[in-house]
C-alpha cells in the first residue's frame, strides 16, 4: 500500500524558513517523480514544485528562488526547503506522486506564516 505522509509545517514569521518532508512507503520515490502543492483557504490547490525521477527540478514562479526541492533516496523522502516566506505562502501543503497510473496524495501539513 502506497502512503505518503508530509511534516515539518507550522507557525513561522515573515521571512522565515521551513523544511517540509514527505516519507514514502510501498513505493521507491527515486523511480516516480514526485511534487509539492499547497492550497490556501477559498483558493484551488496550486502547483509548488517538482523532483522527477531523474532528478531534474521544476518549480512554480512564486517558488523560485526562495523553494528548493530534493529528494533523499537513502530515506525514501523528499524534501521542500522554504525561505523568506511570505503571508501568502500561508496554506496546507501535500505531497503527491503518481504510481501504476493512480495518483497518491498526503494528507497535509499546515503552513502559517504571521506578519
Known amino acids: 500500500q502506497v502512503q505518503l505522509v508530509e511534516s515539518g509545517g507550522g507557525l513561522v514569521q515573515v521571512g522565515g524558513s521551513l523544511r517540509l518532508s514527505c516519507a514514502a512507503s510501498?513505493?521507491?520515490?527515486?523511480?516516480?517523480?514526485v511534487a509539492w502543492y499547497r492550497q490556501a483557504p477559498d483558493k484551488q490547490r496550486e502547483w509548488v514544485a517538482t523532483?522527477?525521477?531523474?532528478?531534474?527540478?521544476n518549480y512554480a514562479d512564486f517558488a523560485n528562488p526562495r523553494f528548493h526541492i530534493w529528494r533523499d533516496n537513502d530515506d525514501n523522502t523528499v524534501y521542500l526547503q522554504m525561505t523568506s516566506l511570505q503571508p501568502q505562502d500561508t496554506a496546507v501543503y501535500y505531497c503527491?506522486?503518481?504510481?501504476?497510473?493512480?495518483?497518491?496524495w498526503g494528507q497535509g501539513t499546515q503552513v502559517t506564516v504571521s506578519s
Open positions: 503527491n506522486t503518481f504510481y501504476r497510473n493512480r495518483a497518491y
Open positions: 510501498g513505493i521507491t520515490l527515486s523511480t516516480n517523480g
Open positions: 523532483v522527477a525521477s531523474g532528478g531534474a527540478t
